[in-house]
């Protein structure tokens, strides 16, 4: 059974950061595109960014590039969310999703197969 655990949201100042972590318990974790989302109040689920299995190619929605860095690290079945100069319009619950094995990187939310609980993160002015 896959399992996706959130951890390390919280309440930041504007201008802090924060680093989201997703362990996976996914037995072709190394095979398999990984993403983050997020949820604010009354809005639907957005795309963040995802790390394709093939080589890491990232790519992010344009209002985080240069801010946030996602990563993965297969020995530990981890991706991670770096989150520098956060703003209070980055407030929201974010999502880590997977995609079944040798799938391609999207940021159609539709095509995720596997999805965590979510992390609350929210910024402050």
């Known amino acids: 059974q896959v399992q996706l655990v959130e951890s390390g949201g919280g309440l930041v100042q504007a201008g802090g950061s924060l680093r989201l972590s997703c362990a996976a318990s996914i037995r072709s974790f190394s095979s398999s595109t990984m993403g983050w989302f997020r949820q604010a109040p009354g809005k639907e689920r957005e795309f963040v960014a995802a790390i394709t299995w093939i080589d890491s190619s990232t790519i992010y929605r344009d209002s985080v590039k240069g801010r946030f860095t996602i990563s993965r690290d297969n020995a530990k079945n981890t991706v991670y969310l770096q989150m520098n100069s956060l703003q209070p319009e980055d407030t929201a619950v974010y999502y880590c999703?997977?995609?079944?094995?040798?799938?391609?990187?999207?940021?159609?939310?539709?095509?995720?197969?596997?999805w965590g609980q979510g992390t609350q993160v929210t910024v402050s002015s």
């Open positions: 999703a997977a995609r079944r094995p040798i799938a391609t990187m999207t940021q159609d939310r539709s095509l995720y197969n596997y």
